[in-house]
């Protein structure tokens, strides 16, 4: 600033290049996180070390004209004053818009805070049909029960029918409480160094039964030893989800579970299936068609509004399953408890594809 000044004086400077000395000191005075009175005091503090300096002049040389002390008063009052507006002027419209990117990320905050509150209402209310349904059965079951007591074969069929229903009730009860928990920050992340690979490849091989008995080819793929930092458990409890899902909602075909490392920081785990995809998923526009299994097969879409993917879950054709939007929302939860990304490509009639990206070192 004072070498603008001593242009000035001697007559070498414009009046815009004072403008823009006052707006970039505003502007470095903001990124260095000062506030308005203390960018005041500062200037403040120029205004007077500027005066000192006039009166130290005027005591050696006590000579000098009064129409020149005026003179140099008037000239460094008029720049002290361009500085001054300049500056402020400057922060007063960084703080005008930074108060405006505040309001937005509240408002979206807020907005995201009603869709939770709505999501969770109808997660609650999808359950609780789900169990009344449960229980009707149940109740349904023991009636008949009385009634037939003499034939063994039509009691044995009863009694499947209450212990599936039981079955049921009790994984409803169990998610709920998991998303309870997740929601209510109870969950605790235990990480710790695990090879990933062989993780899977016993998950997927003790959910081989299962996708025999559906009449399903349940495929693995990806190196056999994978080494990352991760919680064994919250991991195991994301695949499981996701492939008891599709083993439940894929009536002919496949279901692969891959992965692989991405780059030197994270790796990908992804859980396809041929099943009858996601109806709403068409909503998010035009895709490739998914293909054989592999990580990425199709572009991915963020699947950060849980409520729509969990709708379009609940209403998949062909088998239902009680609970599938809570699971999904524990899915969601868990990856973010892992800081890992969930993303979601589907297409009806076509299949599913969850890929989920998650950090190879532990983050701090």
Request: with cysteine; glycine share 6%.
């Amino acid at each position: 600033m004072l070498n603008v000044l001593q242009q000035q004086l001697q007559q070498q400077d414009e009046e815009a290049q004072v403008d823009r000395l006052a707006a970039d000191h505003g502007l470095l005075r903001w990124h260095k996180g000062y506030v308005l009175a203390e960018l005041l005091a500062e200037m403040h503090y120029l205004d007077q070390f500027m005066l000192a300096e006039l009166r130290a002049f005027w005591q050696l040389y006590p000579s000098t004209d009064c129409p020149m002390i005026t003179q140099a008063y008037e000239h460094y009052f008029a720049f002290a004053n361009q500085i001054n507006t300049g500056c402020v002027s400057q922060f007063t419209d960084l703080q005008r818009t930074a108060a405006a990117s505040r309001v937005n990320v509240l408002e979206t905050a807020l907005a995201e805070l009603q869709e939770l509150g709505q999501q969770r209402a109808q997660i609650l209310r999808h359950s609780s049909h789900d169990l009344r349904g449960s229980f009707g059965v149940i109740l349904s079951a023991a009636s008949l029960l009385e009634l037939v007591m003499d034939s063994q074969q039509e009691c044995k069929k009863i009694l499947d029918m209450l212990l599936r229903n039981l079955t049921i009730c009790r994984s409803l009860v169990t998610q709920l409480m998991d998303l309870a928990r997740l929601e209510a920050g109870q969950e605790a992340l235990h990480i710790q160094p695990l090879d990933a690979g062989q993780l899977l490849t016993n998950l997927v091989a003790s959910y081989q039964p299962l996708a025999i008995e559906r009449g399903l080819l349940l495929k693995a793929d990806g190196p056999a030893s994978l080494p990352v930092a991760c919680d064994p458990l919250q991991l195991q409890r994301i695949i499981q989800n996701l492939v008891l899902n599709a083993l439940k909602h894929t009536p002919t075909g496949w279901v692969s579970v891959c992965w692989s490392r991405e780059n030197e920081t994270r790796w990908i785990v992804s859980v396809q299936d041929s099943g009858p995809g996601l109806p709403t998923a068409t909503q998010a526009g035009s895709r490739p068609h998914l293909g054989v299994p592999s990580l990425e097969t199709t572009a991915a879409v963020d699947i950060a509004d849980a409520k729509q993917a969990a709708t379009a879950l609940s209403s998949r054709s062909g088998l239902a399953h009680q609970g599938e939007g809570v699971g999904l929302s524990i899915v969601k939860g868990l990856c973010e408890l892992l800081r890992a990304s969930l993303e979601i490509d589907s297409r009806p009639g076509v299949g599913t594809l969850f890929r989920i990206r998650l950090s190879i070192q532990k983050q701090l």
